[in-house]
């Protein structure tokens, strides 16, 4: 069963930098949106980065100007450089695809989420 994996997450201290990485498991035909969701605790789930193929990043405005999403269309794999850290980005951050699989059905899949804590 194709899934995300994610990798990159961890403790940094504020105004330092992440990179997190999501690799789709198995041979797909094509990934269409690819994009990272945060949430905090005791907080809703929001979207952080996404980049469709083709297109241009988009960004929430909290995430404009210290990350940026990029994608390896060839390694089916999308990363989200995370730099000037602050405390407040402290959250499970959550990798998202649309994808085509090798028997043409498109699915939605998320993955298992990775921890981030930006120290004070």
């Known amino acids: 069963q194709v899934q995300l994996v994610e990798s990159g997450g961890g403790l940094v201290q504020a105004g330092g930098s992440l990179r997190l990485s999501c690799a789709v498991s198995?041979?797909?035909?094509?990934?269409?949106?690819m994009g990272w969701y945060r949430q905090a605790p005791g907080k809703q789930r929001e979207l952080v980065a996404s980049?469709?193929?083709?297109?241009?990043?988009d960004y929430s405005d909290f995430a404009k100007g210290r990350f940026a999403v990029s994608r390896d269309n060839a390694k089916n794999t999308v990363y989200l450089q995370m730099n000037s850290l602050k405390p407040e980005d402290t959250a499970v951050y959550y990798c998202n695809a649309i994808i085509t699989g090798r028997d043409m059905m498109i699915r939605e899949l998320w993955g298992q989420g990775t921890r981030v804590t930006v120290s004070s």
């Open positions: 198995e041979s797909i035909l094509s990934t269409n949106f």
């Open positions: 980049i469709v193929d083709g297109s241009d990043a």
